[in-house]
């Protein structure tokens, strides 16, 4: 009967534990944390707050960024220049010119050390370090190193590696999501997937590209999507907003589209794997051509 006794009030305190809402509330232009029945956990005196995963928050004191838990403990001490939400359960820190991710518990899943990190499709990120591109998982598991001059997903079921002059593609041909395998130095041709590997510049002289235009437009029209997810992070760090109320900022909106053009140009222009690095490298072959053979003839 005690034994029986102990479950039920254990149920109903997780119940209650479960219930107890950690919202957001502002003060004198402030923003703290209490539970959704009024209980004050920590006092407004952080610029910003945005809930990250389910049990914590990114936190701005002062021109820094961290991360604090729902009971208002500080677990990644502020200490950032810049905090990017991503998918709503990892923040990107920037230190300096370096990113770095960490997740809601605040362990550090890729150090920041990289020059970019950006996600791919299947759970994966592509890192850059060094102007070199490699791929980890969002454990912080390093698939491929530093080694390459381009990595990039043109469509959910399509990788695109750069390598030297060489291209190498990798195609789900049953039109399934693609998810990077942890041995892809080893994949091959298999039923259901394709693997092509082909020149990046098989005539230079004509500006002809292995990569298909397809592939390109994707590439540079895929550039809509971070841009509106980095707007509405950045619009909602300049609220101090939580999700709750993420459609609700109607001052949102005259900033909108000059925020989404200023984010959209700044992925545009990215010198080493935005949409328009094809070109810049064409360019580059080209001069390098050139040189060479100016080198032989002289």
Request: proline share 3%; net charge neutral; glycine share 8%.
């Amino acid at each position: 009967m005690k034994k029986f006794a102990l479950i039920i009030l254990t149920l109903i305190f997780m119940q209650n534990i479960a219930l107890s809402e950690v919202v957001t509330y502002s003060d004198s232009g402030k923003f703290g944390l209490k539970e959704e029945n009024g209980k004050i956990i920590t006092e407004a005196k952080y610029k910003k707050l945005v809930r990250l995963g389910e049990s914590a928050w990114i936190m701005q004191s002062g021109t820094k960024f961290g991360i604090i838990r729902d009971d208002g403990t500080v677990i990644v001490k502020p200490k950032y220049n810049q905090a990017e939400r991503v998918i709503g359960k990892f923040v990107k820190f920037r230190k300096g010119d370096k990113y770095g991710i960490f997740d809601e518990m605040g362990f550090e899943i890729l150090p920041v050390e990289y020059s970019s990190i950006d996600l791919l499709y299947g759970g994966r990120f592509v890192t850059c370090k060094n102007y070199k591109y490699g791929i980890a998982d969002f454990n912080g598991m390093i698939i491929l190193d530093n080694l390459f001059d381009d990595i990039f997903m043109p469509d959910f079921n399509t990788l695109v590696i750069l390598y030297g002059h060489e291209t190498y593609q990798i195609e789900r041909k049953d039109g399934e999501l693609l998810t990077v395998p942890y041995d892809l130095q080893s994949i091959h041709n298999t039923a259901s997937v394709k693997v092509s590997k082909f020149m990046t510049y098989p005539f230079t002289s004509t500006g002809y590209y292995g990569l298909e235009v397809t592939n390109y437009a994707l590439k540079l029209f895929s550039s809509i999507s971070p841009a509106y997810e980095e707007t509405i992070d950045e619009l909602m760090f300049s609220q101090g907003a939580d999700t709750v109320s993420l459609f609700v900022k109607m001052s949102w909106i005259p900033k909108f589209p000059f925020v989404y053009a200023k984010r959209y140009f700044n992925i545009l222009k990215s010198p080493n794997n935005g949409p328009l690095g094809d070109w810049r490298d064409n360019l580059k072959s080209k001069l390098y051509d050139e040189t060479t053979l100016k080198e032989v003839s002289e």
